[in-house]
């Protein structure tokens, strides 16, 4: 019932920037929880950043904050992250993810969509 692209992944130097969508489609979908989550080569994937169904709660993990910004785009059904001032760590393919709730816990994600290489040079 939902299908979840994600986009706007590419090549950047470190300190810029880059801003990531997640498409996705489904009669309730307007009212998922999203979320990023992110896995580097060889290592596990780990939280990024989510937002409840309003978009009145968010959530970053320590290693982004001030850094990346998610918000809903409801009427377009999309979600985003805003990437600034990127690391050479931040580089992983980034995965977007609808589920109940805005936490941490890629277990709480039903749905997924197939990631987006965002690879930051230094």
């Known amino acids: 019932q939902v299908q979840v692209v994600e986009s706007g992944g590419g090549l950047v130097q470190a300190g810029g920037s880059l801003r990531l969508s997640c498409a996705a489609s489904?009669?309730?979908?307007?009212?998922?929880?999203m979320a990023w989550f992110r896995q580097a080569p060889g290592k596990e994937r780990e939280f990024v950043a989510a937002?409840?169904?309003?978009?009145?709660?968010?959530n970053y993990a320590d290693s982004v904050k001030g850094r990346f910004t998610i918000s809903r785009g409801n009427a377009k059904n999309t979600v985003y992250l805003q990437m600034n001032n990127l690391k050479a760590e931040d580089t992983a393919v980034y995965y977007c993810?609808?589920?109940?709730?805005?936490?941490?816990?890629?277990?709480?994600?039903?749905?997924w969509g197939q990631g987006t290489q965002v690879t930051v040079s230094s």
């Open positions: 489904g009669r309730t979908f307007s009212t998922f929880a």
């Open positions: 993810a609808a589920g109940l709730s805005a936490v941490a816990t890629p277990g709480h994600y039903a749905y």
């Open positions: 937002i409840t169904w309003s978009g009145s709660s968010t």
